[in-house]
């Protein structure tokens, strides 16, 4: 009976692939890549070329799935659960540290751990703009402050969801500022900067690239920017920091991301497609269009880049606190 077993579990192994083999016949169906925001955000903006880029290395469909809700933990939280096979990724932003951390906040479950994902590749990394209608009264930073302590709570601002990539960068300037305003929560950064082009809300941040189009039509005005160096899509607007704010800096970020058990060969495969799309003449057309630029990093600098940015967003929720 002892030898029968052991011939039955040499038997399996034998049936079982080899890493090489996982990787050859990697994908075998189409690969979908999550977006936890709704069309017209920074995720939206970096999954879609990459996305195309990827399909033509992979030989395989790769579609952009939109599951907006919870400033992006409802995507990570059902990418956290996906089958660990490739076939399921996540376009994510900075807000991925975030959400468990503020959940924490409030004494809730957090939907996933940031632990629970394997890095494949950064896309880009953009400092946050300070955006209002270009119909506001309000021409330089100074003047929105000073509009923001004469009104507390009644300027409102527009985010991709609490504790959003888009929330957080803006409750670290108003506690720098000493002023309060007005959250106006959104499922994304695309229905945020319509609500800014209608004017329902009348400031918002957000990555360059979302911006650009809306800035160079003459409907929106950029004041100040979260970046240690001004932006290179904007030049001429000053960064938070040459205006006195010290401790107000805050990028957007997207980076691609797989269940963290998905198997060593297959990451390897969709790291190698990662790295085709990141020199892609097409997606690097479409980032440029979008005044967005590529940062590319591959998986193991990715890790580094991603332990450092989270543990900072930690101490930036536990620094702001419980924000309704």
Not at 13 to 35: I, S
Not at 270 to 291: C, I, S, V
């Amino acid at each position: 009976m002892a030898l029968m077993n052991r011939r039955a579990v040499l038997a399996g192994a034998a049936a079982l692939p080899t890493g090489g083999a996982l990787a050859q016949d990697f994908p075998t169906r189409t690969v979908t890549m999550v977006v936890g925001f709704p069309p017209g955000g920074q995720a939206d903006l970096a999954a879609r070329p990459v996305a195309a880029a990827m399909e033509r290395n992979l030989r395989q469909p790769v579609v952009v799935q939109n599951r907006p809700g919870a400033a992006g933990g409802l995507g990570s939280a059902f990418v956290a659960r996906a089958p660990a096979d490739g076939h399921t990724l996540l376009m994510a932003l900075s807000s991925l540290a975030v959400i468990p951390e503020a959940e924490r906040l409030f004494g809730r479950p957090a939907p996933y751990e940031v632990s629970q994902f394997a890095p494949i590749g950064l896309v880009n990394a953009d400092p946050t703009m300070l955006a209002v209608p270009a119909s506001a009264p309000w021409r330089t930073l100074e003047e929105f402050v000073e509009a923001a302590k004469a009104r507390p709570g009644d300027i409102p601002y527009g985010s991709s969801g609490p504790y959003g990539t888009l929330h957080v960068a803006m409750e670290m300037f108003c506690a720098s500022a000493g002023i309060r305003l007005l959250h106006v929560p959104f499922q994304g950064a695309g229905p945020a900067i319509t609500a800014l082009l209608s004017g329902n809300i009348q400031a918002l941040a957000s990555a360059p690239g979302t911006l650009t189009q809306h800035v160079q039509g003459g409907r929106v005005r950029v004041l100040a920017c979260w970046g240690a160096q001004r932006a290179p899509a904007f030049p001429d607007v000053p960064t938070f920091m040459e205006r006195g704010f010290r401790d107000v800096e805050f990028y957007i970020w997207a980076g691609l991301l797989a269940p963290v058990a998905t198997p060593t060969p297959i990451q390897a495969r969709l790291r190698e497609a990662f790295r085709a799309a990141m020199q892609d003449p097409e997606a690097l057309r479409a980032f440029e269009a979008a005044g967005s630029p590529p940062r590319y990093m591959d998986a193991p600098d990715f890790a580094r880049f991603l332990a450092e940015d989270s543990a900072r967003l930690v101490r930036a929720v536990q620094r702001i606190g419980r924000v309704e």
